[in-house]
C-alpha cells in the first residue's frame, strides 16, 4: 500500500473510531487520547488530520448525516410506489438510528447551539421533506389509497413516532427495563406500528 493509502486508511480509522465512541457510546466529550486509544494509534494524528476534538466531531457528525440523507434520498428518488418509499425510508431512518443511537441527540445539541446554522438546517430538511413527501401524499389522496391529512400532520407525525424513541433512549430503556438487545428489538416494532400509524395497514414483507 502507497503512503497515501495508508495515510487515507487512518484518516477513515479515526473517524469510524470517532463515529462509534461519539454515536454508539454516546461520549460526547470524549478525549483525543480516549479516540487514539480506541482506534490504536497516536493521539498526534487525530490532531495531524483533524486538528482538534471538535473538528473531529463536527466532521464524523457532518459525515454521518449526509450518509443517511443520501441512502434516504436514493429511495425517494426511486420508481417504487410511495407507500414502499415510505417503508424502506422507515428501515434506514431506524436501523441507521439503532446502530448511532445518540445521533439525534448530538444533532440537536449542535444546532441548537447556533441559531443561524438551526435555520439552515430545518430549512434545508423542510425543502427536502416537501420535496419527497407532500406531491406523492397527495396523489394517493387523490387516488383514494389513503385517508386525506395534512402533510405537515403527516410529516410530523412519521418525524415524531421515528425521532422520540431515538432522543428518549434512556427514558424508555429505564421505564421498562429494556436493556440494549431488548430496546433494539423494540425500535424494530415500531416500524410497523409507526406504518399502520401512517397507513392504517400493515407493513408489507420485504
Known amino acids: 500500500m502507497t503512503m497515501v493509502g495508508e495515510q487515507h486508511q487512518t484518516e477513515l480509522l479515526i473517524k469510524e473510531t470517532a463515529k462509534r465512541v461519539f454515536f454508539q457510546k454516546g461520549i460526547l466529550n470524549a478525549t483525543t487520547q480516549q479516540i487514539a486509544d480506541e482506534a490504536g494509534v497516536n493521539r498526534a494524528l487525530i490532531h495531524y488530520y483533524f486538528r482538534s476534538r471538535n473538528q473531529l466531531f463536527k466532521t464524523v457528525l457532518e459525515d454521518a448525516v449526509n450518509?443517511?440523507?443520501?441512502?434516504?434520498?436514493?429511495?425517494?428518488?426511486?420508481?417504487?410506489?410511495f407507500k414502499s418509499k415510505i417503508s424502506k425510508y422507515l428501515d434506514v431512518f431506524i436501523d441507521r438510528n439503532a446502530e448511532f443511537p445518540y445521533i439525534q441527540n448530538f444533532?440537536?445539541?449542535?444546532?441548537?447551539?447556533?441559531?443561524?446554522?438551526?435555520?439552515?438546517?430545518?430549512?434545508?430538511?423542510?425543502?427536502?421533506?416537501?420535496?419527497h413527501i407532500v406531491p406523492p401524499l397527495k396523489k394517493e389522496i387523490e387516488k383514494g389509497t389513503m385517508q386525506a391529512v395534512d402533510p405537515e400532520h403527516f410529516i410530523v407525525n412519521m418525524m415524531s413516532m421515528c425521532s422520540y424513541p431515538l432522543v428518549a433512549k434512556p427514558f424508555i430503556q429505564n421505564m421498562f427495563s429494556y436493556d440494549d438487545k431488548a430496546y433494539k428489538k423494540f425500535l424494530k416494532e415500531r416500524k410497523q406500528v409507526i406504518y399502520k400509524v401512517l397507513f392504517n395497514e400493515d407493513l408489507p414483507m420485504n
Not at 111 to 130: A, C, G, T, V, W
Open 67 to 81: 450518509e443517511t440523507r443520501d441512502k434516504i434520498d436514493s429511495i425517494f428518488n426511486s420508481d417504487e410506489s
Open 107 to 131: 444533532i440537536i445539541t449542535e444546532i441548537m447551539q447556533d441559531p443561524e446554522k438551526m435555520k439552515e438546517y430545518f430549512s434545508r430538511k423542510r425543502n427536502h421533506l416537501m420535496k
